[in-house]
C-alpha cells in the first residue's frame, strides 16, 4: 500500500515523474476562495493579507492539494504602466481606452517593471511569501506571473488594434518589439515569484488561443516568446505553467514545445488527444468546466466528469482541476465532489 503524501508531496511527485498517492487537486479558486472566506473580491486587489487568509480557508475547507496566487489579469500590464479599472465586485480590469502603446513611438518609453517596486506587483509578491510561510511546509504553492508576452503585449496595444496590426506586415517589426519587452517584464516577475519561495509559477497567454488568432499567427508571434521564456525561468530552478483559455487542440502540440513543465488547460480541450501530443513529462491541469458542472451541475456530474479526465491520460502526469478560474457562485459541495473524485481514483 502507497504511502498517504502531503498535498507538496503529491504535487511533487507529479513533477518529478514519480507515482503519487493519488491525483493531486489544484483548482484555480482566488474568487472562489475569497468568497469562502466572505471577502469582496476587490477587497483583495491590494492587499496581501486577505488574498493569504481566503487561500488558507479554502484550502483547509475543502482540502485540495496546491493554491494559485492570483489577483487579476490587470496587474503586470499596470506595472508597465497601463490605467486599471478596479471593481468591488469582480476583479481589477485594463482601460482600453487609454493603452499605453497608442502609436509605436510609445516603445521607447516603455521601461521595464521592477516586481518589488512597482504597482501591485510587490502585493503579488508578499502574498506568496506569506502563503509559503503559512502552508507551504505541506501544500503546493503555485505563484502566477500574471499575463504571458502576446496577451500582455495585447493590454498594453489594447486588443483590438493589435488584432489589426498582424494584419499589416509592415507592423510586425513593432509588435515583435513590443512582446519582446513583455516577455522579459514577464520573466521578471517569474523570477520574482520564485524569490518569494512559490513552488512553481504560470502565465496566461489566452489571447494567444484559437479564439483569437489562427494556430498559424500562434506559432508567428506567441510560440518563440513563450518558448524562451520558458527556458529562461526554468533555468533558474522554478516550473512554469502556461494556460491558454480555448479550444486549444490545434495548438496543445505546439503548447508542449515550448517545453513547460505545466500545461493548464481549458475544458473545451480534449484531455486523451492532449495526452497523446504533449511530452510525457508535461503535467496537464485541467479541466472540468468551471461552468456545468461546477457551477450549474451535480457533484456526481463533477465526479464523472473527474472520471472522464483521470480516465483519459490514465491519470498520468495529472493536476485535477478546473478548465479555468472557479467562479465565486461554484457550489461549494461540487469542489468537494472534485476533490472525493481524486481520492476514489487512487
Known amino acids: ?53 481566503a487561500q488558507v480557508v479554502s484550502q483547509a475547507k475543502y482540502d485540495y492539494d496546491g493554491c494559485v496566487i492570483d489577483f487579476d489579469d490587470a496587474s503586470l ?32 518609453r516603455l521601461v521595464l517593471p521592477d516586481p518589488w517596486r512597482d504597482g501591485r506587483l510587490p502585493v503579488w509578491l508578499e502574498a506568496t511569501r506569506e ?18 508576452p502576446f496577451s500582455l503585449a495585447c493590454l498594453l496595444r489594447g486588443p483590438e488594434q493589435l488584432m489589426m496590426d498582424l494584419l499589416d506586415e509592415e507592423n510586425h517589426p513593432h509588435v515583435d518589439r513590443l512582446i519582446e519587452y513583455c516577455r522579459q517584464a514577464c520573466t521578471l516577475f517569474a523570477k520574482a515569484q520564485q524569490q518569494a519561495g512559490a513552488h512553481a509559477t504560470s502565465i496566461g497567454d489566452s489571447f494567444a488561443g484559437p479564439s483569437l488568432i489562427s494556430p498559424q499567427l500562434f506559432q508567428r508571434f506567441a510560440l518563440g516568446p513563450e ?21 486549444t487542440n490545434q495548438i496543445i502540440g505546439d503548447m508542449g514545445k515550448t517545453g513547460a513543465r505545466i500545461l493548464e488547460v481549458d475544458w473545451q480541450l480534449d484531455m486523451a488527444e492532449a495526452r497523446r501530443k504533449v511530452p510525457a513529462t508535461t503535467v496537464l491541469m485541467g479541466n472540468i468546466n468551471p461552468s456545468d458542472p461546477l457551477v450549474l451541475g451535480t457533484p456526481q456530474q463533477v465526479i464523472s466528469a473527474a472520471r472522464q479526465i483521470i480516465a483519459a491520460t490514465g491519470g498520468r502526469g495529472l493536476f485535477l482541476s478546473s478548465g479555468c478560474a472557479l467562479g465565486r457562485n461554484t457550489k461549494p459541495e461540487n469542489l468537494k465532489a472534485m476533490v472525493a473524485a481524486a481520492r476514489e481514483c487512487s
Open 1 to 53: 500500500m502507497i504511502k498517504p503524501m502531503t498535498p507538496l508531496e503529491r504535487c511533487l511527485a507529479v513533477l518529478d515523474g514519480k507515482t503519487p498517492d493519488r491525483v493531486p487537486v489544484v483548482p484555480q479558486t482566488f474568487m472562489f476562495a475569497a468568497e469562502t472566506a466572505g471577502i469582496k473580491i476587490g477587497a483583495l486587489a491590494r492587499s496581501a493579507p486577505k488574498m493569504v487568509e
Open 77 to 108: 500590464a499596470e506595472a508597465c504602466g497601463a490605467k486599471v479599472i478596479y471593481r468591488a465586485e469582480d476583479p481589477a480590469i485594463v482601460d482600453d481606452a487609454e493603452p499605453v502603446v497608442q502609436n509605436w513611438h510609445d516603445l521607447d
Open 131 to 148: 502563503l509559503v510561510d503559512r502552508i507551504g511546509d505541506h501544500v503546493w504553492i503555485m505563484g502566477r506571473a500574471d499575463q504571458g
Open 227 to 247: 518558448t524562451k521564456l520558458t527556458q529562461e525561468i526554468q533555468a533558474a530552478g522554478i516550473p512554469l505553467s502556461i494556460h491558454i483559455c480555448g479550444r
